[in-house]
């Protein structure tokens, strides 16, 4: 069974940066697509960000492009989510996600979520 493990979120001022890990377990990392959804108090959860089984693509939801990027290192079975020039707008609970059939089931339908790590950003 898959699991998915978020760690990096904290408070960050307005302006700074911080850097979200995921690691996957119990399946083979390199055969799944990787990202990361987000849901703020009051909000539906959204989509923010995705990278294809082996790495070569990434997508970006609009309001985090040129902000963030995601990377993966098979190595470490681990996604990051490099979040940069933070905004309070960016508070949310970020959930770790994983789909073995791609980028583009990914972006609305995941398989697999990890439980979210908090992050909150302060003006």
């Known amino acids: 069974q898959v699991q998915l493990v978020e760690s990096g979120g904290r408070l960050v001022q307005a302006g700074g940066s911080l850097r979200l890990s995921c690691v996957l377990s119990?399946?083979?990392?390199?055969?799944?697509?990787m990202g990361w959804f987000r849901q703020a108090p009051g909000k539906e959860r959204e989509f923010v960000a995705a990278?294809?089984?082996?790495?070569?693509?990434?997508l970006y939801t609009g309001s985090v492009k040129g902000r963030f990027i995601l990377s993966r290192e098979t190595a470490k079975n681990t996604v990051y989510l490099q979040m940069n020039t933070l905004k309070a707008e960016d508070t949310a609970l970020y959930y770790c996600v994983a789909e073995p059939k791609g980028t583009a089931i990914i972006q609305t339908k995941p398989s697999y979520w990890g439980p979210g790590t908090q992050v909150t950003v302060a003006s």
């Open positions: 990278i294809s089984s082996g790495g070569s693509s990434t």
């Open positions: 119990g399946g083979t990392f390199n055969r799944y697509a």
